[in-house]
């Protein structure tokens, strides 16, 4: 049935396509080329979800409200709600899902990727001060450098304009419960935005019902947060300043396996207008942040655990800046500039080696980042009907202080000293584009584009354990590049629209955690691997082929209903793998080929709004030998809110509603992990 349901799902979008989120023809985006742009005039595929799209939708977390968007996802299937924060990395169309992200992600044009390790803690971003969120796919927008490898993603937050109090109060299944008040107050040039949150639940079971055991319990959580922003207006000129404190505490599962994170965040940003039309922003910013995780085995029973590695400290620091300008030249062509610059250091510190009752060694490791770019980006209009786009960016940057420092905790003997030498690489990522607009209803586009990724300290120097499947780093890394180019057609205007585009891209260098040695082993590089481990080490793998297609539609028959479905293909095969050859011709773990979304959107009889989304994505492997098969999954979400009066809105959520058994991770012994079960939420929100 699901076959035949994809058979005429992919005949319809070929005929009549649009992206799910697709957008007015007038709206205005400003993060493919980090200036403002009309989305009809940009040659990417650009998602852009409102304040109304993101707290209407069903799910109850950001990340899972982006999921809308087929092409959106984290390394597993597994959403913040359960999943351990160096999981929780981002990719774009499939190209090369991993804990560190290979799409850059930003708030306000600050980036949110751990600065150790690449990944983006979610749970720190609230719904209620975001104006939108853009998405960017593909490397078509490296305008932004290092990390832009599949696409980009900006939250952008609502301006300081207007004296508004906004409240959430919610409670759900599983002892959930959240708290939010956000108050900003505008007097004069000055405006003040406070917000904060406070949100608990005692977690979903992360192992499949009937393989559970003593030792597995729920996946608690809680965080916290609490952000602050000043601005004032000189003339044409303003000054914002920003502050965020976050904490957050995880158990992942086991009573001994848990992780915390800490973050402090500190940012200013002056922007302006000069006589001339030239439009200019300069953005600093500075961030402290500090992460534990704990690791264990679980017997084959079930009933018990056992220390594995103790990660008690993880401190990294991050501060950097940009300056950007932009000005339109006669005939509406725009040309933006601009430069930046950021630093990470990071160093994870570890005991490890559980023996006869404590851990007898520990390890110390990681180093610093420098990073350094200048892009130029000019927009040409040909004539009404032609446009086109050319890019240019430089970078440099530089790896420095790289170490590994392991000792004997019972003796204090050291047991290693290795320092290595810095590493330093100078980037071109050029990108090119052109847009043919006949007509107001329909357009074709075409992109072509390079960018590049440096790889995380985390992915230099952190090695990790998920059960008895234990990963080791690799200091000697190369970074990855992407060459890639798309072609689209989009069609219709707010009514009925479509759309449909095709990409490929050659992906180089793409570090994978290769498997080497299966259990039970015992070696210099892993240590002891029990029977039904597997000894893995992060590896580039030489050249990955991914190509695909994007397509989806969107309908709104009456004024209340608005109906929307999305569809990607997705092939992803590994072409050249030197450091394991058995390996080519396989496809990257965590890449369903097939992803479909249905969202309805209709205002019902009573006021009655009613929020709706199926998705469904194909069989994929959790592996990279390919013999660890994720079934194919599908949930459906729904949700209903009334509004009483111009401040009180009362709402409902069902995640999952039919309870589906959505399996998220495969061990080498056959433990399922699995996503969250049916979860009902709901509460009241209070503005005014």
């Not at 930046?340 to 520990?362: I, L, N, P, Y």
């Not at 905790?409 to 030498?421: F, K, R």
């Not at 234990?470 to 798309?486: C, D, F, M, Q, W």
Request: proline share 5%.
């Amino acid at each position: 049935m699901m076959n035949r349901f994809l058979g005429w799902f992919t005949a319809l979008a070929v005929v009549s396509s649009v992206h799910a989120q697709i957008v007015n023809i007038d709206t205005m985006v400003v993060t493919a080329a980090r200036a403002p742009q009309a989305a009809n005039e940009i040659p990417l595929v650009v998602d852009v979800f409102t304040a109304a799209t993101l707290q209407q939708s069903p799910s109850l977390t950001i990340d899972d409200a982006l999921r809308s968007s087929p092409s959106f996802s984290l390394f597993r299937r597994s959403g913040s709600l359960t999943a351990n924060p160096t999981a929780q990395g981002v990719s774009l169309r499939g190209i090369g899902p991993s804990g560190a992200s290979r799409s850059l992600v930003l708030l306000d044009g600050v980036p949110l990727n751990d600065p150790f390790g690449g990944w983006v803690t979610w749970s720190k971003l609230s719904e209620q001060s975001l104006s939108r969120v853009e998405i960017v796919h593909g490397g078509g927008s490296g305008a932004w450098g290092n990390s832009a490898l599949s696409g980009t993603i900006q939250l952008i937050s609502s301006p300081l304009d207007q004296n508004e109090v906004d409240a959430i109060a919610a409670v759900g299944d599983y002892s959930t419960w959240n708290g939010e008040a956000l108050a900003t107050g505008v007097k004069g040039k000055d405006a003040v935005r406070v917000d904060a949150d406070d949100f608990a639940t005692t977690g979903f079971p992360l192992v499949a019902g009937n393989q559970r055991g003593p030792i597995d319990v729920n996946a608690f959580l809680r965080h916290r947060w609490a952000d602050a922003t000043w601005q004032h207006e000189f003339g044409s000129t303003a000054l914002s300043v920003n502050g965020r404190y976050f904490t957050e505490d995880r158990d992942n599962g086991t009573p001994l396996q848990r992780n915390a994170t800490m973050d402090r965040f500190v940012s200013a940003k002056l922007a302006g207008v000069l006589q001339n039309g030239l439009a200019w922003s300069a953005v600093s910013y500075v961030e402290q942040e500090s992460f534990n995780s704990y690791f264990s085995t679980v017997n084959a029973a079930r009933t018990a655990e056992t220390p594995a590695d103790d990660q008690f400290a993880v401190p990294a620091d991050a501060a950097g800046g940009s300056i950007t300008a932009t000005w339109v030249q006669t005939g509406k062509s725009t040309t933006s500039v601009g430069a930046d610059a950021r630093w990470v250091k990071g160093e994870t510190r570890e005991d490890t080696t559980f023996s006869s009752g404590k851990f007898t060694q520990q390890l110390f490791a990681g180093g610093e980042q420098y990073f350094t770019g200048a892009f130029l980006q000019h927009e040409q209009v040909f004539s009404p009907d032609w446009r086109g786009v050319l890019g240019a960016r430089v970078d440099y940057w530089r790896n420095d202080d790289g170490h590994q420092r392991k000792s004997n905790l019972i003796t204090g003997a050291s047991l290693q000293n290795s320092e290595y030498s810095a590493m330093t690489g100078k980037e071109f990522s050029p990108n090119a584009g052109l847009v043919w607009q006949p007509c107001s209803w329909g357009r074709a586009r075409l992109d072509v584009y390079h960018a590049f990724r440096v790889p995380t300290l985390n992915e230099y120097y952190r090695p990790f354990r998920v059960g008895n499947v234990i990963t080791v780093a690799n200091p000697a890394l190369a970074r990855e590049t992407i060459n890639g180019a798309e072609t689209g057609f989009d069609f219709g205007g707010a009514p009925a629209g479509a759309s449909i585009t095709g990409f490929y891209d050659e992906l180089y260098h793409s570090v994978s955690n290769v498997s080497l040695v299966n259990g039970p082993a015992t070696t210099p590089l892993f240590g002891v691997i029990p029977a039904g481990g597997v000894g893995q080490q992060r590896l580039n793998l030489d050249a990955v082929r991914v190509f695909g297609l994007e397509a989806s539609a969107h309908w709104q028959p009456i004024p209340a209903v608005r109906l929307n479905v999305a569809y990607l293909y997705n092939d992803t095969r590994i072409t050249a793998a030197s450091v394991s050859p058995a390996l080519v011709g396989n496809r990257l773990a965590e890449v369903p080929r097939n992803s479909v979304v249905l969202t309805a959107d209709w205002l019902a009889p009573a006021q009655i709004h009613l929020d709706a989304d199926l998705r469904w994505t194909s069989g994929q492997f959790d592996d990279d030998q390919n013999t660890l098969r994720l079934a194919s999954a599908t949930t459906f979400n729904i949700s209903a809110s009334r509004n009483f009066g111009k401040s009180l809105e009362v709402f409902l959520s069902l995640e999952n509603l039919f309870n589906a058994h959505v399996q998220t991770g495969l061990s080498p012994t056959g433990i399922v992990s699995v996503g969250p079960p049916r979860f009902a939420h709901g509460g009241v929100r209070w503005k005014w």
